[in-house]
């Protein structure tokens, strides 16, 4: 079976991934946005001279902000949130992931109603920017030691609707999946809202994220087959952060999935 496959780098990595058999890269809006100009058109230009796409960017804001925090200025990231998306969208990016754990969690002391309030009035801005350069926002699901909103499909889900705009919608990490012991069934219920998948090795401790393998202990099988029974279509994206070689581990991935009869578009 074909299936979209992703993985995660920085700029100086496509070549990487482009090599290793993968149809797209995932990328940082971090990066993007410590480029100047003419690095940013340098990275625009080398991501098409990679051959491959990048649908997908991650974390619209800096991972140390903190949006119910008063210091938190919704004026300054109106104009950042405008530069990313407008930097992103130039790139191709038809998603960005909106994980930010500590970022969006929420006090729980003090004035908690004007932090929702906040909270809103941020997320409700992140949307209409995203949404005029045709970019849908992925609310992720995380463990509850990285946020305190948000931390399965359902919540997902009933975060979704209580914006009610048609560029949200949210996708699977499976390691939070695994550490909030979530069942499958979870993605055959709500598959209609879910566009993206991250994969790594589930059974590493947060923030050592190791490629999966065929070898590492842990049986992906139930996943992927529930991904085909949906007919999954959108990417999975192998997100790594410990590598022993960058470019030999992701080439390990192609025949991890291969031996799962999942193959990349590429391989044609």
Same mark, same amino acid.
């Given at each position: 079976?074909?299936?979209?496959?992703?993985?995660?780098?920085?700029?100086?990595?496509?070549?990487?991934?482009?090599?290793?058999?993968?149809?797209?890269?995932?990328?940082?809006?971090? %990066?993007?946005?410590?480029?100047?100009?003419?690095?940013?058109?340098?990275?625009?230009?080398?991501?098409?001279?990679?051959?491959?796409?990048?649908?997908?960017?991650?974390?619209?804001?800096?991972?140390?902000?903190?949006?119910?925090?008063?210091?938190?200025?919704?004026?300054?990231?109106?104009?950042?949130? %405008?530069?990313?998306?407008?930097?992103?969208? %130039?790139?191709?990016?038809? #998603?960005?992931?909106?994980?930010?754990?500590?970022?969006?969690?929420?006090?729980?002391?003090?004035?908690?109603?004007?932090?929702?309030?906040?909270?809103?009035?941020?997320?409700?801005?992140?949307?209409?920017?995203?949404? *005029?350069?045709?970019?849908?926002?992925?609310?992720?699901?995380?463990?509850?030691?990285?946020?305190?909103?948000?931390?399965?499909?359902?919540?997902?889900?009933?975060?979704?609707?209580? #914006?009610?705009?048609?560029?949200?919608?949210?996708?699977?990490? #499976?390691?939070?999946?695994?550490?909030?012991?979530?069942?499958?069934?979870?993605? %055959?219920?709500?598959?209609?809202?879910?566009?993206?998948?991250?994969?790594?090795?589930?059974?590493?401790?947060?923030?050592?994220?190791?490629?999966?393998?065929?070898?590492?202990?842990?049986?992906?099988?139930?996943?992927?087959?529930?991904?085909?029974?949906?007919?999954?279509?959108?990417?999975?994206?192998?997100?790594?952060?410990?590598?022993?070689?960058?470019? *030999?581990?992701?080439?390990?991935?192609?025949?991890?999935?291969?031996?799962?009869?999942?193959?990349? #578009?590429?391989?044609?």
């Amino acid at each position: 079976m074909h299936m979209r496959l992703g993985c995660f780098g920085y700029i100086k990595d496509l070549d990487a991934i482009a090599e290793a058999g993968f149809d797209c890269a995932e990328l940082h809006i971090r %990066e993007l946005m410590g480029f100047d100009e003419a690095e940013y058109r340098a990275a625009r230009k080398r991501l098409r001279d990679s051959g491959i796409p990048a649908d997908v960017f991650d974390n619209p804001i800096p991972l140390d902000s903190r949006i119910a925090d008063p210091s938190f200025d919704l004026g300054f990231y109106r104009s950042y949130l %405008e530069r990313a998306c407008d930097r992103a969208a %130039e790139m191709g990016a038809r #998603y960005i992931v909106f994980g930010n754990g500590k970022a969006r969690s929420l006090p729980i002391e003090g004035d908690i109603e004007a932090a929702r309030a906040k909270f809103d009035e941020f997320f409700i801005m992140l949307l209409d920017i995203a949404a *005029q350069r045709n970019i849908t926002i992925l609310i992720e699901p995380l463990g509850r030691k990285l946020s305190n909103i948000v931390n399965s499909l359902p919540e997902a889900v009933a975060f979704i609707r209580k #914006y009610g705009r048609h560029n949200l919608k949210t996708f699977i990490d #499976y390691r939070y999946m695994v550490e909030m012991q979530r069942p499958l069934s979870d993605i %055959e219920e709500y598959e209609l809202y879910i566009r993206h998948v991250h994969l790594d090795n589930p059974l590493t401790v947060f923030p050592e994220r190791l490629v999966p393998r065929l070898d590492d202990g842990f049986d992906y099988a139930p996943f992927l087959e529930t991904l085909k029974k949906i007919s999954y279509k959108e990417i999975i994206s192998i997100e790594a952060s410990v590598f022993r070689e960058y470019a *030999q581990d992701i080439r390990s991935v192609i025949d991890f999935f291969a031996a799962h009869n999942i193959t990349p #578009y590429r391989a044609d």
